[in-house]
T-cell receptor, first 112, second 111 residues
Framework: NAGVTQTPKFQVLKTGQSMTLQCAQDMNHNSMYWYRQDPGMGLRLIYYSASEGTTDKGEVPNGYNVSRLNKREFSLRLESAAPSQTSVYFC???????????FGEGSRLTVL | EDKVVQSPLSLVVHEGDTVTLNCSYEVTNFRSLLWYKQEKKAPTFLFMLTSSGIEKKSGRLSSILDKKELFSILNITATQTGDSAIYLCALNTGTASKLTFGTGTRLQVTL
């Protein structure tokens, strides 16, 4: 049972390059989320999708876009990467609106 | 902005000690408070608390919520080296399980 799967696990980019982080869940969950984790800052919500076909901004959405491709998949795109986007990114999903989140193993992104 | 504050920021204890981790918050209207454990990679769910004064327990870990005083604690008894991790507290304040996380407490258990 894979749960939440993120790819890639590691990526190094140069400033201005673009990339997409992929996330898929096999738990038939309605809601999906993208968080970033920085030292001393905890986990901060970038974007979320409460259900297939909807997306909403979280706490730190600037510089990112998302796509809820179908119920299973939720991708995060950096159009023009900046060093401030160096972080560990976590995708998560939840089966109901008051439920706990299940996290992927994270993607470590470095922007030079 | 919903604020969640965890203390201490870090803690080193000896195996066998009992530790208490704190989570305080400023929001009065929320659906639940959650605790997660994060070792090397993904945070893993520990507890969800919705009612004040009711202890949740799992093995050596327990947690309780005080809605009047706006805090929660996570207790770990007879600590083991495998308890070394970052412990995260989070509030679910709205719809769609959007969680607001604290910065976490880094616990190190030494032999």
């Amino acid at each position: 049972n894979a749960g939440v799967t993120q790819t890639p696990k590691f990526q190094v980019l140069k400033t201005g390059q673009s990339m997409t982080l992929q996330c898929a869940q096999d738990m038939n969950h309605n809601s999906m989320y993208w968080y970033r984790q920085d030292p001393g800052m905890g986990l901060r919500l970038i974007y979320y999708s409460a259900s297939e076909g909807t997306t909403d901004k979280g706490e730190v959405p600037n510089g990112y876009n998302v796509s809820r491709l179908n119920k299973r998949e939720f991708s995060l795109r950096l159009e023009s990467a900046a060093p401030s986007q160096t972080s560990v990114y976590f995708c998560a999903s939840s089966g109901w609106i008051y439920g706990e989140l299940f996290f992927g193993e994270g993607s470590r992104l470095t922007v030079l | 902005e919903d604020k969640v504050v965890q203390s201490p920021l870090s803690l080193v204890v000896h195996e066998g000690d009992t530790v208490t981790l704190n989570c305080s918050y400023e929001v009065t209207n929320f659906r639940s408070l959650l605790w997660y454990k994060q070792e090397k990679k993904a945070p893993t769910f520990l507890f969800m608390l919705t009612s004040s004064g009711i202890e949740k327990k799992s093995g050596r870990l327990s947690s309780i919520l005080d809605k009047k005083e706006l805090f929660s604690i996570l207790n770990i008894t007879a600590t083991q080296t495998g308890d070394s991790a970052i412990y995260l507290c989070a509030l679910n304040t709205g719809t769609a399980s959007k969680l607001t996380f604290g910065t976490g407490t880094r616990l190190q258990v030494t032999l």
